[in-house]
Nanobody, 123 residues
């Protein structure tokens, strides 16, 4: 069992930055691939970034590549999402999730989810 708690969301102007954190409970954090998803009203939940168990490999959705950076600190049981050059279309609830699948990008491949944190980007 892994429990995930996100923090760091908020309201920011377009062009600004936010750093999301996701703290995980348990001693098996390093066994999971970690992903960040987002869901805007009326839209499907999409994977914006994923990081391997050791942190040596990442995946980004095309819409965020070059602006967002995912990282993890296994000693602190925490995964981060640094979001720069934010746009109004980045507005969504952001979720972190844990998966046992090495290349998980679909929400159905993730076993554990946080409660989400709201990110709002004003124009």
């Amino acid at each position: 069992q892994v429990q995930l708690v996100e923090s760091g969301g908020g309201l920011v102007q377009a062009g600004g930055s936010l750093r999301l954190s996701c703290a995980a409970s348990g001693r098996t954090f390093s066994m999971y691939v970690m992903g960040w998803f987002r869901q805007a009203p009326g839209k499907e939940r999409e994977c914006v970034a994923r990081i391997t168990r050791s942190g040596d490999g990442t995946y980004y959705a095309g819409s965020v590549k070059g602006r967002f950076t995912i990282s993890r600190d296994n000693a602190k049981n925490t995964v981060y999402l640094q979001m720069n050059s934010l746009k109004p279309e980045d507005t969504a609830v952001y979720y972190c999730a844990a998966s046992t699948y090495l290349r998980a990008t679909s929400a159905s491949e993730y076993n554990y989810w946080g409660q989400g944190t709201q990110v709002t980007v004003s124009s």
